[in-house]
């Protein structure tokens, strides 16, 4: 059974950077059928899909418009992980953050959440 | 993008009901379409995968229908453990993105 174990912290301030991590078990980081995204819910923008990376003989990532040039996803392979860096941040920016594996274009397996807070 | 807009946004329903979610597709994804059930506090939960798939482990009572810009829900005899938030969702041309919701509550 997978299982995606997300970890970092709750509270950033202002034009800081949101760093989470997404610790894989159950599946190979390198799979080459799926792929490991970053998803985001608040009240005003919903479920908002931000970005992946993934493995097809070598790493690739896709990232949201609505992001594009404030985020970096990447993985780290040797302990199989995969990271968000989300700049810049703003209040828009507050929500519950997940990572999701996702599987013929659907996201089947998820991350418990972090409710990450932007505020001074 | 494309724009996924689900109807209605709150239905009432009872225990034993049969009910259906619409979600439409601002053009076409052919059968790139998923369904998910969201409880307060917890992650989405996938239900129906390409338009018409149960996901393992689903209760026989969801099935979805539809392709290119339509697609539905049904849940054929609503059950307690089925009230609940559920999203459309699409994949297309390395983008995705969901429908608002539809909260389902008790009549």
């Known amino acids: 059974q997978v299982q995606l174990q997300q970890s970092g912290p709750g509270l950033v301030k202002p034009s800081q950077t949101l760093s989470l991590t997404c610790a894989i078990s159950?599946?190979?980081?390198?799979?080459?059928?799926?792929?490991w995204n970053w998803i985001r819910q608040s009240p005003s923008r919903g479920l908002e899909w931000l970005g992946r990376?993934?493995?097809?003989?070598?790493?690739?990532?896709d990232y949201a418009v609505s992001v594009r040039g404030r985020i970096t996803i990447s993985p780290d392979t040797s302990s199989s992980q995969f990271s968000l860096q989300l700049n810049s941040l703003t209040p828009e920016d507050t929500g519950v953050y997940y990572c999701?594996?996702?599987?013929?274009?659907?996201?089947?397996?998820w991350g418990q959440g972090t409710m990450v807070t932007v505020s001074s | 993008d494309i724009q996924m807009t689900q109807s209605p946004s709150t239905l009432s329903a009872s225990v034993g009901d049969r009910v259906t979610i619409t979600c439409r597709a601002s053009?076409?994804?052919?059968?790139?379409l998923a369904w998910y059930q969201q409880k307060p506090g917890k992650a989405p939960k996938l239900l129906i995968y390409?338009?018409?798939s149960l996901e393992s482990g689903v209760p026989s009572r969801f099935s979805g229908s539809g392709s290119g810009t339509e697609f539905t829900l049904t849940i054929s005899s609503l059950q307690p453990d089925d009230f609940a938030t559920y999203y459309c969702q699409q994949y297309n041309d390395y983008s995705w993105t969901f429908g608002q919701g539809t909260k389902v509550e008790i009549k």
């Open positions: 390409k338009a018409s």
């Open positions: 999701a594996r996702d599987h013929d274009g659907a996201f089947d397996f």
């Open positions: 053009q076409s994804i052919s059968i790139w």
């Open positions: 159950g599946d190979g980081i390198s799979s080459s059928s799926t792929a």
């Open positions: 990376t993934y493995y097809r003989s070598k790493w690739y990532s």
